[in-house]
Nanobody
Framework: QVQLVESGGGLVQAGDSLRLSCAASGGAFSRYAMGWFRQAPGREREFVAGISSWSGASTDYADSVKGRFTISRDNAKNTAFLQMKSLKPEDTAVYLC?????????????????WGQGTQVTVSS
């Protein structure tokens, strides 16, 4: 059983940056691919970024965040990160991290095994 706890969210202005963290415990973190998703009120959960297990050599991004967001992982710290730059009001959502036993961070949220509670990101214009 893997427990995930997100942190780093907050209220920022458009153009600002934030770095989200996802701390894992209770399992072999490096074996899991990790994904970041977001959910805004009244909208479906949306894939943001994914990173492969072990070295994290493979990453994937939603078109809406490509070039602005960077996913990474530090296996020694059992933590995944989402660096967000040039934030826009449309990035406002609850951001959740998830762990997947598959090798790659897939886009389909239904395949993920473990989820955190989420952290709120609000971007004002």
């Amino acid at each position: 059983q893997v427990q995930l706890v997100e942190s780093g969210g907050g209220l920022v202005q458009a153009g600002d940056s934030l770095r989200l963290s996802c701390a894992a415990s209770g399992g072999a973190f490096s074996r899991y691919a990790m994904g970041w998703f977001r959910q805004a009120p009244g909208r479906e959960r949306e894939f943001v970024a994914g990173i492969s297990s072990w070295s994290g050599a493979s990453t994937d991004y939603a078109d809406s965040v490509k070039g602005r967001f960077t996913i990474s992982r530090d296996n020694a710290k059992n933590t995944a990160f989402l660096q967000m730059k040039s934030l826009k009001p449309e990035d406002t959502a609850v951001y959740l991290c998830a762990a997947d036993r598959y090798v790659y961070g897939r886009r389909d949220y239904s395949v993920y095994d473990y989820w955190g509670q989420g952290t709120q990101v609000t971007v004002s214009s």
